[in-house]
Every structure is written in C-alpha cells, then in structure tokens.
C-alpha cells in the first residue's frame, strides 16, 4: 500500500489555499516579465539570507547582495560557503524535478559541499533535533531514511493533493525524516521553493524564506506541533500564512528596493481581505479583532498581521486605550 502522510484538510486551510490563488492571480496579472527579471536578483537575497539566519549565519542582507556580485566579503568563511552554496542552490532550482531522488541528492550536495562530509549522501548515523539542551525529535534511524525517503518521493510524484499543500506535507515529512547529517532545514524549505515554482514559477521570485525567518520560533513551534499531533495540519496552516504574507505583505516593499516606481509600489497594494477589514471597521469603529476574524473567516493572527500593514501605512490608526479606545479610518 502507498504511504500516505497524516494529515487533515481543514476550512482554515482551504480558505488559504484559495486566498493564496487569488493573491498569485493579481501578482502575475500586475507585473509584468521585466519588472520580475529585475526583482529576481533582490528576492534571490532575501530568500538565502532569510534561509540562512534560521541556521544561525549572521551575513546581512548587503554581504549576501556583496557576494551574488562577486564582491569579496570579510565575515566568517563557514558563513560565506553556507551563502554562495544557497545562491548556487537557488540559482540551479530549474533544472530540478521535486519528486527525483537524484536530484534531491545533487540539491543537497550543491548547498552543503565543503560544508560536511556527507554532502549529496543520506545520513549514515543518527541524529536528534536539539532546543538548547533538550532533544525535541529524534529522526528515524539511518537504515530507515532511503525507505522512507523513497515512500515521501513517490508519493509527491503521484499525489492529487494541491500543490501548496503538497510542498508544506512534503516540507513537514522532510523535516520528520532529518535524511541528512546536517542541511535538512534549508534543504526543505529550498525543495518546498520549488514544488510550488513548478506550480506557478512566480514562486521564484517571492522570497517566503524571508518571513520565515521573521516567525521563526513559530516555525519550529508548528513542527513540533505536528509531531506531537502526529498530523503536519498545524505546519500546513503556517507555511500557507507565510506565503500568503510573503505574497501580500512583501511586495512592495521588494520593488522599492528594486527600484521600480510604477505599479503596485505606489502605496500599499489592499487585497481584497483589507477592502473587507476597512469597511467592518467603518461600519463599526470599536470592532474588535475577533470579531474581525469571525466576520471574515480569517484567522486572528492573520487579521493582526493585516491591521499591523494598515497602521504601518497610515491607513488604520488607534485612537485611545487598547480595551476602550475605537479606530479611524484614513483613506
């Protein structure tokens, strides 16, 4: 019988899937190839150092732009291996099939070469996932890893499963499995980068690395979760907020760095979730953010999130304490 890993397809989540189709319909209709190409060089930093931080690497965000130029930088040389690696890695994600257990392997070998001595292999001893001085997982046994990885590659080739759900399972399922003495967070997340390019090849360019690693003890927090539950929804539901985030929250920010002045930059592009919030609150100046999330089948840390980008645009501002005070809309 085909393995087939635990989950459960909750409203929550089909309500983010959806949002998430919507949100790639609007970006892909608004940019147009020229804008993506000169984006491309920007997310391509964010998205390895984003990726990168959650292991601990320090460069900034200017040594990574530093190194994709060829520039010489002065920082640990571990570190600068660990970030030309990714950019090599990210840099060859076409050429890749998600479901290709070679390729996987030459993934893997690309990103940790001169990093460890298993590079391009599957591990060959066991491993536990540390939090400080506690052991939070212990990984299968080595003997099981090409097993299962097998099992978890045959199913991502035959799954009718939707795609942005299929990259945060297989994520998920990677993490469990730890296939790799070490490289295993930024091999999944990188493997989940492009299972979803392969469903729409805008992923590319949205660097969801990077809000990660803005969330990154919750990140940890949902696999835990899953583990515990032994059903990957819960990292289902954060991955899928992370890339709507990265998707809605980042845009235009990036094509300010871009340095493109024209199209969804001007200001912050509203979506149709923060058409929706504005109007309750006019209608209703001391809502609440609960009752936001009721009203519009959101969850509350996604109306947080939306209310903060609003505030930060001036758009939405708080007037008097948090429990008795009201908003005002500024449009």
């Known amino acids: 019988m085909a393995y087939q890993p635990p989950f459960t397809i909750t409203t929550e989540i089909l309500n983010l899937v959806a949002d998430i189709s919507e949100a790639i319909g609007r970006l892909t209709v608004e940019f147009e190839q020229e804008k993506l190409l000169r984006l491309r060089k920007v997310n391509r930093m964010r998205t390895v150092q984003g990726s990168l931080a959650i292991e601990g690497n320090t460069l900034s965000e200017a040594q990574i732009t530093a190194i994709i130029e060829g520039k010489r930088v002065i920082a640990p040389p571990k570190e600068v291996q660990e970030a030309r690696n990714a950019i090599a890695a990210y840099e060859a994600i076409g050429s890749w099939q998600p479901s290709k257990s070679k390729d996987l392997l030459t993934a893997h070998q690309l990103l940790m070469t001169g990093l460890v001595e298993e590079a391009g292999r599957y591990r060959s001893q066991g491993v536990g996932v540390m939090s400080g001085d506690q052991v939070v997982h212990m990984a299968p046994q080595a003997d099981r890893v090409p097993k299962l990885m097998g099992e978890l590659l045959a199913w991502l080739r035959t799954t009718n499963v939707h795609p942005l759900m299929a990259s945060c399972i297989f994520h ?3 993490e469990f499995i730890h296939p790799f003495a070490d490289g295993n967070g930024r091999m999944g997340r ?3 980068t492009l299972i979803l390019s392969q469903w729409h090849p805008i992923f590319i360019n949205i660097p969801v690395e990077s809000l990660v690693h803005q969330h ?14 032994t059903d990957c929804s819960p990292f ?20 300010e760095n871009a340095g493109i002045s024209a199209g969804i930059n001007a200001g912050l592009k509203l979506s149709p979730l923060d058409h929706a919030i504005l109007e309750l609150i006019k209608a209703d100046r001391y809502i609440t953010n609960a009752t ?4 519009t089948g959101k969850a509350l840390s996604t109306i947080e999130r939306r209310i903060k980008k609003l505030k930060q645009h001036s758009l939405l501002k708080r007037v008097g304490a948090k429990k008795t005070g009201h908003w005002e809309v500024h449009l």
């Open 236 to 255: 289902i539901r954060f991955m899928l907020q992370m890339i709507l985030d990265a998707i809605e929250e980042s845009t235009s920010h990036q094509l």
């Open 190 to 192: 990188l493997w989940q």
């Open 292 to 295: 936001l999330a009721e009203q």
């Open 172 to 174: 998920y399922e990677f």
């Open 216 to 229: 990154q003890e919750a990140y940890y927090l949902a696999i835990r979760n899953s583990t515990a539950q």
